[in-house]
Structure formats: C-alpha cells, structure tokens
C-alpha cells in the first residue's frame, strides 16, 4: 500500500491505500502505528466514504489497550473520546451503535478505576481522599454497575470523616436506587 501511494500519490486508489495501511497496523495489533495513520487518514480525507471505518478503528486501537483497572486508564479516556465522537457524528450508521457498546465498557472501566482509588484511600483512612474520588465517580458515571457500591462507600467514608447528615443522604440514595 505504501508502494502504491508513493508511487501513485494522485490515483484514485491512494485514500483507500492509506485507510489499509492503517487497518494492516491495527491487525496486526500495532497500535501506536495504527493510531497514528488512522488519525492521519481522518484529517486528511475529512468527507471520505470510509470515515466513520477509520474513526471506528481508531478508537479500537485504544480500546484493545486498556488494561485492568487499577493500572492507567489513558487509553480508556481516548477510546471514550473516540467513541462519543462517532456516536455524535455518525448516529445514522451502524457504528454508531457499536460505539455506544464500547461506551458503558469504557465508562464503567473508569469507574472501576475511581473505585479502587477511593477504596485504596479509605483504607489508609484518608477519608478526604477517598470523598473526592467516590464523589467523582458518583458525578461522572452513577449509572455503571459499581455505581452502588461507589455510592455505599461514599456514605461509609462520609459517616467516618463524622459528615452525618451527608452519610444519610447517601445511604438513603443506595436504598432508593
């Protein structure tokens, strides 16, 4: 592909040649590669036909590097950006529904993330700590599946930090929800 483009710069071929080389890294599971001719084919060629391919797979390239969560969650973050991206821009496409999939993993990947920092700093009874990261994650995604236990912990940290009136208000909110 690269041949053809080097050689060829103004064929009709070109465009999709560089979309391949960028599908070529992401198969064979070069990310930072694919990341960046990916990003490249996006700027470039902003009304092509295959765009919303190429944003697709762009913010998969994020997303097969996330890891557990308690290590950094950059590439959660990225292919969250990526994915409500395509979610706005390409609402009518089948992408778009795929991309909202991604979206609760990655959201709910964050906020396992969150949890086990609040759950790190209440442990060490660095009750402050552990507030702003519950309070955080309870901000940002109370709809994940730890958004429970995150809400919980949030009252058992508040009743400890002697927030009593907070800790109830979180109590009686895990009893509603």
């Not at 064979?28 to 295959?50: C, N, R, W």
Request: contains cysteine; hydrophobic residues 35%; aromatic residues 12%.
């Amino acid at each position: 592909f690269q041949k053809l483009i080097d050689q060829y710069p103004f064929s009709p071929y070109a465009d999709e040649a560089e979309l391949k080389i960028g599908l070529s890294h992401y198969q064979m599971k070069h990310y930072a590669e694919a990341i960046a001719s990916l990003g490249d084919f996006e700027k470039m060629h902003p009304t092509s036909k295959q765009i919303e391919l190429a944003s697709y797979y762009l913010a998969m390239s994020h997303f097969d590097q996330i890891g557990r969560p308690d290590q950094d969650q950059t590439n959660t973050e990225q292919a969250l950006q990526e994915f409500e991206i395509i979610e706005r821009r390409y609402s009518e496409t089948g992408f778009a529904a795929l991309a909202h999939q991604q979206i609760a993993v990655c959201r709910e990947m964050l906020a396992r993330h969150q949890l086990l920092i609040g759950d790190f700093y209440y442990q060490r009874a660095n009750y402050r700590a552990a507030e702003s990261r519950l309070a955080e994650l309870m901000q940002k995604w109370p709809d994940t599946p730890v958004g429970d236990k995150a809400l919980y912990q949030l009252g058992t940290t508040l009743e400890n930090e002697g927030k009593k009136y907070s800790a109830a208000q979180a109590y009686t909110a895990v009893v509603l929800h």
